[in-house]
């Protein structure tokens, strides 16, 4: 890890595109604004990192990224309040994670120091793009790529950690419906499940999209060997109210370890809610929707906060799940946000000032 000053090159754009974006009506991650970070990994060490317009990179055909996929990824968000500050929630552990899936994808750990000035010189630049308002946020990516022009199958010398922003209001538009998994597998023991390696990601599309075809938004992935624990939902981790008790599957190395996931445990221990962190069985999910005990599922993530599931299918039987006047889900999301918008309390010290 460096302990040397940090001195961030910084070239801004001649004119910010702000103006052509349309804040009331944006689709998830298809904006990005004015600049971005980039630090290069060479000859055995960070360099000087940059922050330069928002611009195409030039990488060869040959980087390792684009055969062995040697890349990993974060999600985090910055949040505006009332009096124009601005706020990140819980960075630290979003740091910590991004080096613990670098470890795993023998990539080398990018230094705190250069995370956290390089985030907050960023930020700071582009707070114009960060609305206020409930529902409104930048999300920001930061991200490790292998660039070494090599294609032998082994680690790469060289390295770009790069971080884009991207407006953002909802990630699911409408109603989420799921599908159990009983024939794809996200994970296994021994792999790379809890790292947010790209590969985790892009090896959901196919079977997410055969389950586009038949009505469903996400898939809930079960354990690889048995497919009858229901671990995760790939973009977000995932939590069952079965009477008054919370139910969600611990983490593991199939299971992304959610910092959304470890807060809404915590709110709800806070609201003494009985929280069962265990194996949860499709099984007895099955049996809890038919005798009208399951009264929630939902998601929880960086980019879908907290998103209610509206029904599932298992084994073609299709369940709906009834509207809850007072549910888990909207609880969580209302003291969650409460907490990153800086509205309430922040009594775990999740807030971060920017
Ligand atoms: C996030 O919630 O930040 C995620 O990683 C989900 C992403 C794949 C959009």
New binding site residues.
């Given amino acids: 890890m460096s302990d040397l000053p940090i001195d961030i090159k910084i070239s801004k754009v001649s004119k910010s595109k702000i103006d052509q974006v349309d804040f009331n009506n944006l689709t ?2 298809k904006v990005f604004t004015d600049h971005m970070f980039v630090c290069d990994f060479k000859d055995g060490a960070w360099q000087t990192p940059e922050i330069i317009p928002y611009q195409p990179l030039t990488i060869a055909p040959s980087a390792r990224v684009f055969h062995y996929g040697q890349a990993v ?5 910055a949040f505006k309040d009332t009096n124009d500050e601005i706020w990140m929630f819980r960075p630290e552990d979003n740091f910590h994670r991004i080096n613990k899936s670098s470890h795993r994808m023998a990539i080398p750990e990018f230094p705190k120091d250069y995370f956290f000035e390089g985030l907050t010189t960023l930020l700071q630049l582009e707070k114009d793009w960060i609305k206020k308002g409930k529902g409104n946020s930048l ?1 920001i ?1 930061p991200f490790v790529i292998a660039t070494e022009e090599a294609i032998s199958a082994s680690p790469s010398n060289s390295y770009k950690f790069i971080i884009i922003c991207s407006p953002a209001q909802s ?1 699911y538009a409408g109603e989420v419906k799921v599908l159990f998994a009983e024939e794809y597998s996200r994970a296994a023991d021994g792999g790379v499940g809890y790292a ?1 390696a790209a590969g985790n ?1 892009g090896a959901q599309f196919y079977p997410t999209s055969l389950a586009h075809a038949k009505g469903y938004q996400q898939i809930i992935w079960t354990d690889a060997s048995t497919h009858e624990y229901l671990e995760e939902a ?3 981790n995932i939590f069952f109210r079965v009477g008054d008790a919370l139910l969600t599957a611990p983490t593991n190395d199939r299971i ?1 370890d ?1 910092i ?1 996931r470890k807060s809404v445990i915590q709110l709800a221990k806070d609201n003494g809610i009985a929280v069962e962190v265990r194996r949860v069985k499709v099984s007895e999910i099955k049996e809890a929707a038919r005798k009208g005990d399951l009264k929630e599922i939902f998601g929880a ?4 906060v907290i998103n209610p599931i509206a029904g599932f299918e298992h084994g073609g039987e299709k369940f709906d799940l009834p509207k809850q006047e007072h549910s888990y889900a909207s609880l969580f999301k209302e003291q969650l946000t409460n907490i990153q918008y800086n509205i309430s309390e922040d009594p775990h010290g999740w807030r971060y000032k920017v």
């Avoid at 990824?73 to 968000?77: C, L, Q, S």
């Avoid at 993530?301 to 879908?304: D, K």
């Fill in positions: 998830f991650g990824f974060e999600g985090m968000k999300y990516r990630y947010k990601y790939g973009t977000m992304l959610g959304t993530g960086t980019a879908a």
